[in-house]
């Protein structure tokens, strides 16, 4: 089994940037393709970038490219998620996940408990 920790969350005003890490003990990451998800308030939790096992292959949700940027340190079982340009549609508490590479919840069989990110207007 692998556990998860995201940190680097926190409260930014609209156009300022964030960057999560999530990382991983237990089990080298190696073995996971990983996801970040969110979830804003009555709102389903939704897929916002995924990357493969090495990297080679990566998935933005359209809400998000260009904007977003999804990467991996295996060496260090840590993957991260660049935030730039933020938004208050970016409000919301995210969530790295540890899988099979996909863009289904059900893709993904270990999570972390989250980290809360909140952007001003």
């Known amino acids: 089994q692998v556990q998860l920790v995201e940190s680097g969350g926190g409260l930014v005003q609209a156009g300022g940037s964030l960057r999560l890490s999530c990382a991983a003990s237990?089990?080298?990451?190696?073995?996971?393709?990983m996801g970040w998800f969110r979830q804003a308030p009555g709102k389903a939790r939704e897929l916002v970038s995924a990357?493969?096992?090495?990297?080679?292959?990566?998935y933005y949700a359209d809400s998000v490219k260009g904007r977003f940027t999804i990467s991996r340190d295996n060496a260090k079982n840590t993957v991260y998620l660049q935030m730039n340009s933020l938004n208050s549609e970016d409000t919301a508490i995210y969530y790295c996940?540890?899988?099979?590479?996909?863009?289904?919840?059900?893709?993904?069989?270990?999570w972390g408990q989250g980290t809360q990110v909140t952007v001003s207007s």
């Open positions: 996940a540890a899988g099979a590479y996909g863009t289904s919840q059900d893709d993904y069989s270990y």
């Open positions: 237990g089990r080298s990451l190696s073995f996971y393709a």
């Open positions: 990357i493969s096992r090495f990297g080679t292959t990566t």
